[in-house]
């Protein structure tokens, strides 16, 4: 008697492969809106996002954000490293955890917590852009600005703007994940 799980598998690669031609079948979201058009509603959202996220930093933590703007200005090759490991290991080990049930404990509340740990990391990098823009030593306003502005026209850039913005996004993850390791191996 044939294996039934044989089958099974069978059938689950067909379904898969019919429901991904089914969805790259679909007409494009968005496709009414001209090119300009989407590019400049990218930038204005990417704006407001990002404004948000380095105020936001700024005003509830100025003393961390000064200490984690000039990690990246002391050591960018290290932060950016540490950004790499946060950013692509821990995500893949996450995942690879996942397999067993008990490691979706660890998985669910690791890739929640990574998430945030990313939000704070492009806050970071955020001003510290804007402090490298305007001249300034320490971030305030106006380097929230100029770094929220810059990132958004640099993000709005079809594949080349998300490539250059997530590598700068590593540096702001990379010092974040470290003070956090940090703070974790002293306590």
């Known amino acids: 008697m044939p294996s039934s799980r044989l089958l099974s598998l069978g059938s689950s690669v067909v379904a898969a492969c019919s429901l991904a031609g089914v969805a790259a079948a679909?007409?494009?979201?968005?496709?009414?809106?001209?090119?300009a058009t989407r590019i400049g509603l990218r930038f204005a959202v990417v704006l407001v996002i990002n404004l948000v996220l380095g105020g936001a930093l700024l005003g509830i933590a100025p003393d961390y954000t000064r200490r984690m703007v000039a990690a990246i200005r002391?050591?960018?090759?290290?932060?950016?490293?540490?950004?790499?490991?946060?950013?692509?290991?821990?995500?893949?080990?996450?995942?690879l955890i996942a397999i067993t049930i008990i490691g979706l404990l660890v998985t669910i509340p690791g890739l929640i917590a990574l998430f945030f740990l990313g939000l704070v990391g492009n806050a970071v990098t955020i001003c510290?852009?804007?402090?490298?823009?305007?001249?300034?030593?320490?971030?305030?306003?106006?380097?929230?600005?100029?770094?929220?502005?810059?990132?958004?026209?640099?993000?709005?850039?079809?594949?080349?703007?998300?490539?250059?913005?997530?590598?700068?996004?590593?540096?702001?993850l990379g010092v974040v994940g470290r003070d956090l390791y940090k703070g974790y191996k002293s306590s």
Do not use: K, Y
Not at 26 to 35: A, I, N, T, Y
């Open 74 to 95: 002391d050591d960018a090759g290290t932060a950016f490293l540490w950004g790499l490991l946060a950013g692509i290991a821990v995500p893949i080990a996450l995942v």
């Open 128 to 172: 510290w852009v804007g402090t490298l823009l305007t001249g300034r030593d320490d971030p305030d306003g106006a380097a929230v600005g100029v770094g929220a502005a810059v990132l958004a026209a640099v993000g709005a850039v079809p594949l080349l703007g998300n490539l250059v913005t997530t590598l700068l996004g590593f540096l702001g």
């Open 26 to 35: 679909q007409p494009e979201m968005g496709s009414e809106l001209g090119f």
